[in-house]
């Protein structure tokens, strides 16, 4: 079985709900993946935006979800971490979520990555996408992608 990740707030390749947006409520969306990979000791969540004006920008950290787990519920941010997830740092500066907010004009586009670990990360509360992303090397099993869009 391969290793997927969907959203019951949106398709893949469709356009993100306003209210997972900061247009709106900013409710992180609902996730649910299969088929992790045999040894899956833990999942690390990477959102970002590859069409920001000044580069990727990174609107969600989680790891070290338990491999137990096989969605986050839609505003799911507080449940992940209660059974275990850690909050990393987004380029908002906050701990946790904060949804699509480009500015006008072209709709981005924005990546949900889900790895399998075959270890958890052990990283700090609040460690960015690159210190996740370095913690990971050698340890990801296997990556789901899932890619909403939002303009304005």
Request: positive net charge; without cysteine.
């Given at each position: 079985m391969a290793f997927t990740l969907a959203s019951s707030s949106f398709q893949n390749g469709e356009n993100i709900p306003r209210v997972s947006t900061c247009d709106s409520d900013d409710r992180s969306p609902g996730l649910v993946w299969h088929g992790a990979p045999a040894g899956t000791q833990s999942f690390a969540l990477i959102v970002d935006d590859p069409d920001a004006p000044s580069g990727t920008f990174v609107h969600w950290v989680l790891f070290d979800i338990p491999a137990s787990l096989s969605s986050i519920p839609e505003s799911g941010l507080a449940e992940a971490t209660v059974l275990g997830g850690t909050l990393g740092r987004n380029d908002f500066g906050k701990l946790g979520y904060n949804g699509p907010c480009p500015p006008p004009g072209k709709p981005h586009r924005y990546f949900f990555k889900l790895y399998a670990l075959?270890?958890?990360?052990?990283?700090?509360?609040?460690?960015?996408?690159?210190?996740?992303?370095?913690?990971?090397?050698?340890?990801?099993?296997?990556?789901a992608t899932l890619m909403g869009k939002y303009g304005r």
């Open positions: 075959d270890a958890p990360l052990k990283q700090s509360r609040g460690a960015t996408k690159a210190a996740v992303e370095a913690a990971m090397k050698g340890h990801i099993l296997g990556q």
